[in-house]
Structure formats: structure tokens, C-alpha cells
């Protein structure tokens, strides 16, 4: 990653407060809602090299506001913010510009997207790596991204898999979370 200083900010949506970061060429990281502050600004901070705490330009506050209406429940769409992914493995920003194709209310699988990008299964492993480490979760929207037969998969922003559901449930897709495994007594 360069060692350009990153400015952001922190901001409160109907989720939690939410924290975005940006360079003069895009956004370059986004934290999922949290319950506190404090509690994005520490986890935004872990993911930039460089932060200080900056007022938004035009084009970033559009975003923000793009984000509030997100967790309001309104369709939105980030499909044309400018990001900044410099430093990132050019395979994974493939995988990042096929899922920004993915239209709200949407899902598709590790396995699909590996398969539209010219890979085969052993490839969605990889598409799971990359929205494992998305930098700009919901920009680039890795909630909409499953396992496959549709399972709801992994989630590593706060909340985990609920997180995810959640996500989901604003934009009208319904799963259920996995049962918590069964132990079987045997005598």
C-alpha cells in the first residue's frame, strides 16, 4: 500500500456508525456499522497506514449520504463511487468489479463469480479470499457474495454472519442462518 496519508471520517447511520476513508483518487476503505465511534474509528484505523480525521469533500459526503439511505432501507447503488484500490492483488480487483456488478436485492456464489471470471471451482476459493479481505465492504458488495447451494458462508466484518443477514434483509433477500451443530450423544 502506498504511504500516502489517508483522511476520513466517522458517521452515524441507522445501522451503527459507520467509518470511510478516501485518497485523492477514491474511497479506499469503508467500515461496516459498529455501536460506537470509537469502536469504527479503532477498526478503520487497523486497515490505514497513515489516517487523520478529515470534513468530506463533495464526492465522498455523496457517499456517505448513499450509505445512510442504504440502512434506511432504500435501494441504493455504489457501482459508480471511485475507489482507490492501489496495492491490491490485480486478481482480487477483478473479483471486486464482478461483485459491484451484483444489482441490490442479488446474490451469487464464490462459485459463480470464479466461473464468470475464466476460473473453476478451485478458484472460488480465491474469490473467497478476496471478499474476505474487501477493503470497502458494502461499496463492493461481498454481503451479496454466498456459499455454495446458496448457504450463507462467511462473514468477517462486525456482527459476523448476522451482519450479513441483516445486509441482506434490507435489500429483500431472505436466508437463515445455519443451526448451531447438534452433538450426538452416543452410549
Not at 58 to 68: D, K, L
Not at 80 to 103: H, S, T, W
Not at 105 to 117: C, E, I, S, V
Request: proline share 6%.
Amino acid at each position: 500500500m502506498n504511504e500516502e496519508a489517508h483522511h476520513y471520517c466517522v458517521f452515524e447511520t441507522a445501522g451503527g456508525f459507520c467509518g470511510i476513508a478516501w485518497s485523492g483518487r477514491g474511497i479506499t476503505r469503508f467500515q461496516l456499522p459498529t455501536k460506537t465511534a470509537a469502536m469504527t474509528e479503532r477498526l478503520l484505523l487497523r486497515r490505514l497506514f497513515k489516517g487523520e480525521p478529515h470534513a468530506s469533500p463533495p464526492r465522498v459526503q455523496e457517499t456517505i449520504t448513499a450509505v445512510r439511505r442504504y440502512f434506511d432501507g432504500s435501494e441504493t447503488d455504489f457501482s459508480a463511487v471511485d475507489l482507490d484500490l492501489e496495492g491490491q492483488d490485480a486478481f482480487f480487483v477483478k473479483v471486486y468489479a464482478a461483485a459491484r456488478q451484483i444489482p441490490w436485492g442479488h446474490t451469487t456464489t464464490y462459485g459463480a463469480l470464479a466461473k464468470a471470471l475464466g476460473g473453476g471451482p478451485e478458484t472460488a476459493r480465491d474469490v473467497g479470499l478476496a471478499m474476505a479481505g474487501n477493503p470497502v465492504a458494502l461499496i463492493i458488495p461481498c454481503h451479496r457474495v454466498l456459499a455454495a447451494g446458496g448457504k450463507i458462508g462467511g462473514f468477517s466484518a462486525p456482527g459476523g454472519v448476522s451482519a450479513k443477514l441483516r445486509m441482506l434483509q434490507l435489500e429483500g433477500v431472505h436466508l437463515h442462518a445455519p443451526e448451531p451443530a447438534q452433538r450426538s450423544l452416543a452410549f
